[in-house]
C-alpha cells in the first residue's frame, strides 16, 4: 500500500475524515457503510466497539483510528492476541505510515519503543497500565480479536486497559462479540466519552449453510465438481486432520496442471521429517494440513500455496480463528462437538461464527458455504434407508446404527440453532496475582485506593469481587512478612500509607517470570565437578534449571512418561511383581524431572523473600537434556517418543530453551561445555526450521527489505551452512559418535548396521569388531566421561573431516576406538553430520 502520511496538528472529523477516503479510494479500496460510520465516530473522538463479520475489513478501520491519532498528535497502541500478529501487523503498519512511525513491544525486547504507532500483545498494554495508571503515556488504543476477553486464562488483560486507562480513546474489534451494551455504558461512563457500537452488518460476501448426510468423500467430491473450493475441513483433533488428509488421497482433488504447478514450487523445499514426507505426498496431489502441531515452516507453505490456489483441500483444526491467513470458500465442519479440557460439549455460537466466518473471500467470492457434516451413525442409517429403496421388508430388516457410547448428541437442530444464534455475551475472567498488586503499588500515590479500585470497581459480579479481595488481601500479607511492601503511618483520612520496598525491573512479569528464580538457582551449582552439586555434570544441569522455568510441551512429557511407564513394567515382570501391585507402582512414575528436589527446596526458599513467585510454577523436565544425553537428532527424538504430530510443540519448546539459555545465563557462567551445548541447540532448531529464530531476531531487529523480499516467496530462506558454525558442528559429530558407542555398549549390533550399511560397515562387521573388544574388557561404559571432549580427536579438514572415537573402558586404557570420516558437503544438503565409520580396532 501507499504511504498514508498523517496531517500534522489537524483533528478537524471532516478533513480527517475526506483525507484517509482518499488515501482509501487510491488504494482501491471503496469504503463500506458499515467502515464510514467506523471511521467517522473514531475521527469525531467517540469510543469503537466494531462487531463485524469476518471480511468487513476491520483492519481498514484500524489504519482509520491510528491515522486520526497520528494527525492529532496522540499516541497509539494496537494489541493482538499473539506474537506473530503483532509482528505481522508491525510490518503492515511500518508499509502505510513509514518504519519511523511504527515501534513494537515484546516480552523479549523492544523496537523504535517511543514511536507514535506501538504493536504489542494485550498483555504488555495490560501491565504498563498497572504500571502508571492513567499516566500511561497511550491516548488510544486499538484492541483487536477483543473476544478473548472472555477467555478465562488471558481475559484480564483485556479488561485492565479499560479499567485504568480513563484518557484513552478504545477501538475495540472483532467478529464475534454478542451483547456489548455493558461495556460500551461501562466505556463511557469511565472515559467521559460517547461508545458507539458498530454491529448486525451484513457481510459483503453472503454465507450459505447446508446440512450434508452424504459421507465425507462424497461431500468433499461434490463441493470440488460445484466450484466450492478451496475447502477447508475442519477438525477438532490433529490426529483427526491427518487422517482425513490421507483418506482424501483416493479423491481426485487437483487437476494435472495444478499438480505439476505445486511440484515446480515446492521443488527445492525441504520435507525434513517423517510427517513432513507424509505432508509432501499430501501437497503434491492438492491436499493440505493445518495444525498447531506442525513445524512452522509446513504451515507457512500450506498457506502460501492456498493463497495461490494452488491447494484445493485442506483439513486442519478448528485453530484457523485466529491469526491463519488461509484464503477459503468453504468451511466443512467434521463435528459441532469439542473437548474443551474438561469433558466433551456441542461448540458455543462464538467458536461456530469464528471459524464459519473464515469462509468466502471478499474479492473473490460472490458467495461463501458452510457445511457441518452429519454424525457418521446419521449417515450409514439414512444411505441404509435409500437403499432399501420402497420394500417394506428391506425396511424392516435394517439394523440401526446407535451413536458411539459417549457420544455428546448433535444433529441438524443442533446447526440450525447455531446457525441463527448471536455469539453469547461475554463474561469477565478478572484476576488477582501478586504481579497484579506489586505494580500497582509500584505506581506511587495512593496504593490502598489503586488496589482497592482495580479489586471493586471491575466488570466482575459482587460475589467474585469479594473474593478477589480476600486474594488480594491474602496476597498483600505475604508481600509484607516478606518485606516486599511496607506500610506507613495512615494518610489524614485514615487510609494506610503502602509502598514497595525494592525498585522493579523495567520489564516486570512481562516475560520469563522465573528467570530471576532461575538466577538463584544457578550460584547453587558449581563447575568443579569436585564440588558435589547437582548431578555432577555441570552444563546440563545449568539447561535443567532453564527448563523448569518453561512451560510444559505436554506431548513430550506423556511420550516420556509413557516410555518410563514401559521400561518399569518391563523391569517389574522381570522381578516377578504380581500385576496389581505393578498397576499401583506405575501410578508413582512421570516423566524424568532432574534436580527436583533441588529446584522444589530452592524454590520454596525463594519465594518465601518474593512471594509473588507464586503466582507461576516451577516444572521440573528434561527435554533438551534428554535428547543430548541420549545423542539423538530431533528427527530420531520425535520417532522414539511417537510425536510426529506434535513436531511444532517440540521444536517451539527447544527455541524457547534456547532463547532462554542464551539470555537467562550469565557470561560468566557459561563454560566451554556449556556454551557448545547452548551453540548445538540452536543449530539443531536452526537446521530444522529457522522460522520461529527467525521470527525471535526479527522482533529484536526488524529487517525490512529482508521481510519483503519473504514476504513474497513460497519457500521459506534456506538454512544456512551446518558446518559454518564449527563449535555446534563439533557436538553434532561427537554426538553421532556417541550414540554409535551407546549402542556398542549394549551389543545392539542390528541398529549400529542400520546406521551405517550405506558405508559398508554392516552388523557383522561392527559385531565383529567388538568381539575383539569385549575379549580384552568386560564392557564398555557410556557415562558421561565417555563421551566427554578428551575422548574425541578431530582432525578438521577443509571438506573432510577425520574423527577417532575412543572408548572409555573400565581399566582406563582408552586403546579402543571408533574411525570415521565427515563430509562436509553432505551434512549442509543434509542439516545433519553425516558421518562414515571406517574401522572399529584396537590403537
Same mark, same amino acid.
Given at each position: 500500500?501507499?504511504?498514508?502520511?498523517?496531517?500534522?496538528?489537524?483533528?478537524?472529523?471532516?478533513?480527517?475524515?475526506?483525507?484517509?477516503?482518499?488515501?482509501?479510494?487510491?488504494?482501491?479500496?471503496?469504503?463500506?457503510?458499515?467502515?464510514?460510520?467506523?471511521?467517522?465516530?473514531?475521527?469525531?473522538?467517540?469510543? *469503537?466497539?466494531?462487531?463485524?463479520?469476518?471480511?468487513?475489513?476491520?483492519?481498514?478501520?484500524?489504519?482509520?483510528?491510528?491515522?486520526?491519532?497520528?494527525?492529532?498528535?496522540?499516541?497509539?497502541?494496537?494489541?493482538?492476541?499473539?506474537?506473530?500478529?503483532?509482528?505481522?501487523?508491525?510490518?503492515?503498519?511500518?508499509?502505510?505510515?513509514?518504519?519511523?512511525?511504527?515501534?513494537?513491544?515484546?516480552?523479549?525486547?523492544?523496537?523504535?519503543?517511543?514511536?507514535?504507532?506501538?504493536?504489542? &500483545?494485550?498483555?504488555?498494554?495490560?501491565?504498563?497500565?498497572?504500571?502508571?495508571?492513567?499516566?500511561?503515556?497511550?491516548?488510544?488504543?486499538?484492541?483487536?480479536?477483543?473476544?478473548?476477553?472472555?477467555?478465562?486464562?488471558?481475559?484480564?488483560?483485556?479488561?485492565?486497559?479499560?479499567?485504568?486507562?480513563?484518557?484513552?480513546?478504545?477501538?475495540?474489534?472483532?467478529?464475534?462479540?454478542?451483547?456489548?451494551?455493558?461495556?460500551?455504558?461501562?466505556?463511557?461512563?469511565?472515559?467521559?466519552?460517547? &461508545?458507539?457500537?458498530?454491529?448486525?452488518?451484513?457481510?459483503?460476501?453472503?454465507?450459505?449453510?447446508?446440512?450434508?448426510?452424504?459421507?465425507?468423500?462424497?461431500?468433499?467430491?461434490?463441493?470440488?465438481?460445484?466450484?466450492?473450493?478451496?475447502?477447508?475441513?475442519?477438525?477438532?483433533?490433529?490426529?483427526?486432520?491427518?487422517?482425513?488428509?490421507?483418506?482424501?488421497?483416493?479423491?481426485?482433488?487437483?487437476?494435472? @496442471?495444478?499438480?505439476?504447478?505445486?511440484?515446480? *514450487?515446492?521443488?527445492?523445499?525441504?520435507?525434513?521429517?517423517?510427517?513432513?514426507?507424509?505432508?509432501?505426498?499430501?501437497?503434491?496431489?492438492?491436499?493440505?494440513?493445518?495444525?498447531?502441531?506442525?513445524?512452522?515452516?509446513?504451515?507457512?507453505?500450506?498457506?502460501?500455496?492456498?493463497?495461490?490456489?494452488?491447494?484445493?483441500?485442506?483439513?486442519?483444526?478448528?485453530?484457523?480463528?485466529?491469526?491463519?491467513?488461509?484464503?477459503?470458500?468453504?468451511?466443512?465442519?467434521?463435528?459441532?462437538?469439542?473437548?474443551?479440557?474438561?469433558?466433551?460439549?456441542?461448540?458455543?455460537?462464538?467458536?461456530?461464527?469464528?471459524?464459519?466466518?473464515?469462509?468466502?473471500?471478499?474479492?473473490?467470492?460472490?458467495?461463501?458455504?458452510?457445511?457441518?457434516?452429519?454424525?457418521?451413525? @446419521?449417515?450409514?442409517?439414512?444411505?441404509?434407508?435409500?437403499?432399501?429403496?420402497?420394500?417394506?421388508?428391506?425396511?424392516?430388516?435394517?439394523?440401526?446404527?446407535?451413536?458411539?457410547?459417549?457420544?455428546?448428541?448433535?444433529?441438524?437442530?443442533?446447526?440450525?440453532?447455531?446457525?441463527?444464534?448471536?455469539?453469547?455475551?461475554?463474561?469477565?475472567?478478572?484476576?488477582?496475582?501478586?504481579?497484579?498488586?506489586?505494580?500497582?503499588?509500584?505506581?506511587?500515590?495512593?496504593?490502598?485506593?489503586?488496589?482497592?479500585?482495580?479489586?471493586?470497581?471491575?466488570?466482575?459480579?459482587?460475589?467474585?469481587?469479594?473474593?478477589?479481595?480476600?486474594?488480594?488481601?491474602?496476597?498483600?500479607?505475604? *508481600?509484607?512478612?516478606?518485606?516486599?511492601?511496607?506500610?506507613?503511618?495512615?494518610?489524614?483520612?485514615?487510609?494506610?500509607?503502602?509502598?514497595?520496598?525494592?525498585?522493579?525491573?523495567?520489564?516486570?512479569?512481562?516475560?520469563?517470570?522465573?528467570?530471576?528464580?532461575?538466577?538463584?538457582?544457578?550460584?547453587?551449582?558449581?563447575?568443579?565437578?569436585?564440588?558435589?552439586?547437582?548431578?555432577?555434570?555441570?552444563?546440563?544441569?545449568?539447561?535443567?534449571?532453564?527448563?523448569?522455568?518453561?512451560?510444559?510441551?505436554?506431548?513430550?512429557?506423556?511420550?516420556?512418561?509413557?516410555?518410563?511407564?514401559?521400561?518399569?513394567?518391563?523391569?517389574?515382570?522381570?522381578?516377578?511383581?504380581?500385576?496389581?501391585?505393578?498397576?499401583?507402582?506405575?501410578? @508413582?512414575?512421570?516423566?524424568?524431572?532432574?534436580?527436583?528436589?533441588?529446584?522444589?527446596?530452592?524454590?520454596?526458599?525463594?519465594?518465601?523473600?518474593?512471594?509473588?513467585?507464586?503466582?507461576?510454577?516451577?516444572?521440573?523436565?528434561?527435554?533438551?537434556?534428554?535428547?543430548?544425553?541420549?545423542?539423538?537428532?530431533?528427527?530420531?527424538?520425535?520417532?522414539?517418543?511417537?510425536?510426529?504430530?506434535?513436531?511444532?510443540?517440540?521444536?517451539?519448546?527447544?527455541?524457547?530453551?534456547?532463547?532462554?539459555?542464551?539470555?537467562?545465563?550469565?557470561?560468566?557462567?557459561?563454560?566451554?561445555?556449556?556454551?557448545?551445548?547452548?551453540?548445538?541447540?540452536?543449530?539443531?532448531?536452526?537446521?530444522?526450521?529457522?522460522?520461529?529464530?527467525?521470527?525471535?531476531?526479527?522482533?529484536?531487529?526488524?529487517?525490512?527489505?529482508?521481510?519483503?523480499?519473504?514476504?513474497?516467496?513460497?519457500?521459506?530462506?534456506?538454512?544456512?551452512?551446518?558446518?559454518?558454525?564449527?563449535?555446534?558442528?563439533?557436538?553434532?559429530?561427537?554426538?553421532?559418535?556417541?550414540?554409535?558407542?551407546?549402542?556398542?555398549?549394549?551389543?545392539?549390533?542390528?541398529?549400529?548396521?542400520?546406521?551405517?550399511?550405506?558405508?559398508?560397515?554392516?552388523?557383522?562387521?561392527?559385531?565383529?569388531?567388538?568381539?575383539?573388544?569385549?575379549?580384552?574388557?568386560?564392557?564398555? *561404559?557410556?557415562?558421561?566421561?565417555?563421551?566427554?571432549?578428551?575422548?574425541?580427536?578431530?582432525?578438521?579438514?577443509?571438506?573432510?573431516?577425520?574423527?577417532?572415537?575412543?572408548?572409555?573402558?573400565?581399566?582406563?586404557?582408552?586403546?579402543?576406538?571408533?574411525?570415521?570420516?565427515?563430509?562436509?558437503?553432505?551434512?549442509?544438503?543434509?542439516?545433519?553430520?553425516?558421518?562414515?565409520?571406517?574401522?572399529?580396532?584396537?590403537?
Amino acid at each position: 500500500m501507499a504511504t498514508l502520511t498523517a496531517l500534522p496538528h489537524v483533528t478537524d472529523p471532516d478533513i480527517l475524515f475526506e483525507a484517509f477516503e482518499l488515501w482509501a479510494g487510491e488504494q482501491g479500496l471503496a469504503l463500506y457503510p458499515a467502515q464510514e460510520e467506523a471511521v467517522i465516530e473514531i475521527v469525531s473522538g467517540a469510543n *469503537l466497539i466494531l462487531s463485524t463479520p469476518t471480511g468487513t475489513g476491520k483492519s481498514l478501520v484500524a489504519v482509520g483510528a491510528h491515522f486520526a491519532a497520528l494527525s492529532a498528535g496522540r499516541r497509539t497502541f494496537y494489541t493482538a492476541p499473539i506474537k506473530a500478529l503483532v509482528s505481522e501487523k508491525f510490518f503492515a503498519l511500518v508499509d502505510i505510515f513509514g518504519a519511523e512511525n511504527v515501534g513494537m513491544m515484546t516480552g523479549d525486547s523492544s523496537v523504535n519503543s517511543d514511536a507514535p504507532i506501538i504493536c504489542c &500483545t494485550a498483555e504488555i498494554l495490560a501491565n504498563l497500565a498497572l504500571r502508571s495508571g492513567e499516566d500511561t503515556q497511550v491516548d488510544q488504543v486499538v484492541m483487536d480479536e477483543f473476544h478473548f476477553y472472555g477467555d478465562p486464562d488471558r481475559g484480564w488483560a483485556w479488561q485492565v486497559p479499560l479499567l485504568l486507562l480513563p484518557r484513552v480513546q478504545f477501538i475495540l474489534m472483532s467478529a464475534t462479540l454478542g451483547d456489548v451494551t455493558f461495556i460500551a455504558d461501562d466505556l463511557t461512563r469511565r472515559t467521559g466519552r460517547p &461508545t458507539a457500537v458498530v454491529t448486525g452488518v451484513e457481510r459483503p460476501v453472503p454465507l450459505h449453510y447446508f446440512y450434508e448426510t452424504t459421507p465425507v468423500h462424497e461431500t468433499v467430491e461434490d463441493l470440488l465438481k460445484t466450484g466450492q473450493a478451496p475447502v477447508y475441513i475442519v477438525h477438532f483433533a490433529q490426529a483427526a486432520a491427518l487422517e482425513r488428509a490421507q483418506a482424501l488421497s483416493s479423491v481426485k482433488v487437483a487437476s494435472k @496442471e495444478q499438480k505439476e504447478a505445486i511440484a515446480e *514450487l515446492i521443488g527445492e523445499f525441504r520435507f525434513t521429517t517423517s510427517f513432513g514426507k507424509t505432508l509432501s505426498r499430501l501437497i503434491r496431489m492438492g491436499i493440505g494440513v493445518h495444525h498447531a502441531g506442525m513445524l512452522p515452516k509446513y504451515r507457512r507453505l500450506v498457506e502460501q500455496l492456498a493463497q495461490q490456489g494452488l491447494l484445493r483441500v485442506i483439513c486442519g483444526t478448528d485453530t484457523l480463528g485466529v491469526g491463519i491467513n488461509v484464503p477459503i470458500r468453504t468451511v466443512l465442519f467434521t463435528a459441532l462437538t469439542k473437548y474443551d479440557g474438561v469433558k466433551m460439549r456441542q461448540l458455543n455460537a462464538r467458536e461456530f461464527h469464528q471459524i464459519a466466518g473464515r469462509a468466502g473471500r471478499a474479492g473473490f467470492d460472490t458467495a461463501g458455504t458452510v457445511a457441518v457434516q452429519a454424525p457418521d451413525h @446419521e449417515t450409514d442409517n439414512l444411505k441404509a434407508i435409500l437403499k432399501a429403496g420402497d420394500d417394506p421388508k428391506k425396511k424392516r430388516k435394517i439394523i440401526r446404527k446407535k451413536a458411539p457410547e459417549g457420544f455428546v448428541s448433535w444433529g441438524e437442530p443442533s446447526f440450525q440453532r447455531l446457525v441463527a444464534a448471536e455469539p453469547e455475551t461475554m463474561q469477565s475472567s478478572m484476576q488477582m496475582t501478586a504481579a497484579m498488586l506489586i505494580n500497582v503499588i509500584g505506581r506511587g500515590g495512593d496504593a490502598y485506593a489503586h488496589v482497592h479500585s482495580l479489586v471493586f470497581d471491575n466488570h466482575e459480579p459482587w460475589k467474585r469481587q469479594l473474593a478477589h479481595a480476600r486474594r488480594a488481601l491474602g496476597i498483600y500479607k505475604t *508481600l509484607r512478612a516478606a518485606g516486599i511492601v511496607e506500610q506507613g503511618p495512615d494518610t489524614p483520612d485514615h487510609r494506610p500509607r503502602i509502598r514497595l520496598t525494592v525498585d522493579l525491573q523495567p520489564n516486570f512479569a512481562l516475560n520469563q517470570p522465573l528467570s530471576p528464580f532461575a538466577l538463584a538457582a544457578f550460584d547453587l551449582l558449581d563447575p568443579d565437578p569436585a564440588a558435589g552439586t547437582g548431578t555432577g555434570n555441570y552444563a546440563l544441569d545449568m539447561i535443567s534449571v532453564v527448563e523448569a522455568t518453561l512451560d510444559d510441551p505436554r506431548p513430550v512429557l506423556m511420550g516420556q512418561q509413557f516410555a518410563a511407564r514401559g521400561e518399569a513394567v518391563n523391569a517389574m515382570k522381570r522381578e516377578g511383581i504380581e500385576y496389581d501391585e505393578r498397576m499401583a507402582l506405575l501410578e @508413582e512414575i512421570t516423566w524424568p524431572k532432574p534436580l527436583e528436589e533441588l529446584l522444589t527446596y530452592t524454590f520454596e526458599t525463594y519465594r518465601e523473600s518474593q512471594p509473588w513467585i507464586a503466582d507461576f510454577e516451577l516444572r521440573p523436565k528434561t527435554v533438551v537434556r534428554d535428547m543430548y544425553e541420549r545423542a539423538m537428532s530431533f528427527g530420531e527424538f520425535i520417532a522414539f517418543y511417537k510425536l510426529a504430530r506434535s513436531e511444532g510443540v517440540v521444536l517451539r519448546y527447544l527455541s524457547d530453551a534456547y532463547r532462554a539459555a542464551r539470555q537467562t545465563i550469565p557470561d560468566e557462567a557459561k563454560t566451554e561445555d556449556l556454551l557448545d551445548l547452548i551453540e548445538w541447540l540452536g543449530e539443531l532448531v536452526r537446521q530444522v526450521d529457522s522460522s520461529l529464530l527467525d521470527e525471535w531476531e526479527e522482533l529484536i531487529h526488524p529487517d525490512l527489505a529482508a521481510h519483503e523480499a519473504g514476504a513474497h516467496s513460497v519457500l521459506p530462506p534456506a538454512p544456512r551452512r551446518l558446518t559454518t558454525n564449527t563449535r555446534a558442528f563439533r557436538i553434532l559429530v561427537r554426538n553421532e559418535l556417541f550414540r554409535r558407542v551407546q549402542l556398542a555398549a549394549l551389543e545392539h549390533y542390528d541398529e549400529l548396521g542400520e546406521l551405517d550399511r550405506e558405508h559398508g560397515f554392516t552388523a557383522d562387521a561392527w559385531a565383529d569388531a567388538m568381539d575383539g573388544y569385549f575379549a580384552e574388557h568386560e564392557e564398555l *561404559l557410556a557415562g558421561p566421561n565417555a563421551r566427554g571432549a578428551g575422548l574425541l580427536i578431530l582432525d578438521e579438514g577443509a571438506t573432510v573431516w577425520t574423527a577417532r572415537q575412543i572408548f572409555d573402558d573400565p581399566a582406563g586404557d582408552h586403546d579402543w576406538g571408533i574411525s570415521a570420516t565427515v563430509d562436509l558437503a553432505a551434512s549442509d544438503e543434509l542439516g545433519a553430520a553425516v558421518l562414515r565409520v571406517t574401522e572399529v580396532n584396537r590403537l
